[in-house]
């Protein structure tokens, strides 16, 4: 048998454009705007991260995990978070079984043994609960009573958190927050989408995805493609400026401006740094290139550090949020020179 045919580079890119575009185009059949939010959902399904999504109830954060799920032909569990929720509940737990007169344990896996996990409403379970998705999150494994079972690739966590009704919620600890590669926010429809959603939700026509995928072949093409996003070059004068944004974020550090070390407690752990990498990679491709511009750093910055600065009390009394901050960073930090 002959050697299977290489590949060229030029295609490779072609083919991950072109699996992006009609993932977009299928979760556009579903979802009414918010194209920003679904292109940052699919980056991180392609860079191996998770995403934490905040809005009100009602504009549709689940439907676009589900639909985002569907497109690419992976399986999709959605947990309701609430306060009486157990880590056992998402995991799993051991039952007992009897099969010819013999019984034995079983281990009965639990909703989050799927491709894709939707955590909703993640901050009104407590922090118990919240920490069992962690090891998931981190370590793509569940431990229970000492036995580790593995999670199938491509694995995601999507997580929404609702801004409003904070009584009696459970904040996520910067530790978990730390984990989640965008933080993402929905806001409302604009009129005109508006219009455009309640003429598909209201009427007689049923609005389906269609998988992109050949089936049971989703998780080996979407983990090539993962492969491909791993591939993409950084050069060494935007590492540097990666290096920098990081150092211009955290109070005290080099290139900290006195307004960062007036408004911030922490700033961003080295995730921060690759979340930032991984995602400028996946903007490259999707703009043709096998190497990363100044502009797909400066496109992830905001997603990818909103939730990673931590605030302190004079920040919040004076309503001064992180976005702000990182705005204020980007026009002040001078880009290096090659």
């Not at 959605?78 to 039952?95: A, C, H």
């Not at 013999?102 to 407590?126: M, S």
């Not at 455009?196 to 979407?222: M, S, Y």
């Amino acid at each position: 048998m002959g050697a299977a045919p290489q590949i060229s580079p030029d295609q490779r890119v072609a083919d991950f454009r072109n699996t992006f575009s009609r993932a977009e185009q299928e979760v556009g059949r579903i979802i009414v705007g918010h194209q920003e939010i679904i292109r940052k959902l699919l980056t991180a399904l392609f860079c191996g991260g998770h995403i934490l999504i905040e809005g009100v109830p009602g504009l549709g954060k689940t439907l676009m995990c589900k639909a985002g799920a569907d497109s690419l032909g992976l399986s999709f569990k959605r947990i309701q978070f609430t306060p009486d929720l157990m880590p056992s509940d998402i995991i799993g737990t051991q039952v007992l079984t009897e099969s010819d007169g013999h019984r034995e344990f079983q281990f009965k896996r639990g909703p989050i043994f799927a491709h894709v996990v939707l955590g909703d409403e993640i901050n009104r379970a407590t922090p118990k609960t919240q920490s069992a998705v962690l090891e998931a999150m981190e370590e793509r494994q569940v431990t229970v009573f000492g036995v580790t079972y593995r999670l199938d690739p491509p694995y995601m966590v999507l997580a929404t958190q609702n801004p409003i009704e904070l009584e009696g919620t459970y904040p996520l600890p910067e530790a978990q927050m730390d984990r989640f590669l965008f933080k993402v926010v929905m806001g409302p429809p604009k009129p005109e989408e508006l219009r455009e959603i309640l003429a598909r939700t209201t009427g007689t026509r049923v609005h389906q995805t269609a998988a992109i995928f050949e089936p049971g072949t989703a998780p080996a093409q979407i983990e090539s493609l993962k492969a491909l996003v791993r591939e993409v070059m950084v050069a060494e004068p935007l590492e540097r400026y990666i290096i920098a944004i990081i150092g211009a974020c955290t109070p005290g550090g080099p290139g900290a401006s006195p307004e960062v070390t007036q408004y911030l407690r922490f700033g961003p752990s080295p995730r921060g740094a690759q979340a930032i990498i991984l995602s400028a990679k996946v903007n490259a491709l999707l703009a043709g290139r096998v190497s990363v511009s100044y502009e797909d750093i400066d496109d992830a910055v905001v997603p990818c550090l909103r939730h990673r600065l931590l605030r302190n009390f004079q920040a919040e009394a004076e309503n001064v949020s992180t976005e702000s901050i990182l705005e204020h960073i980007q026009k002040r930090l001078k880009r290096p020179r090659a």
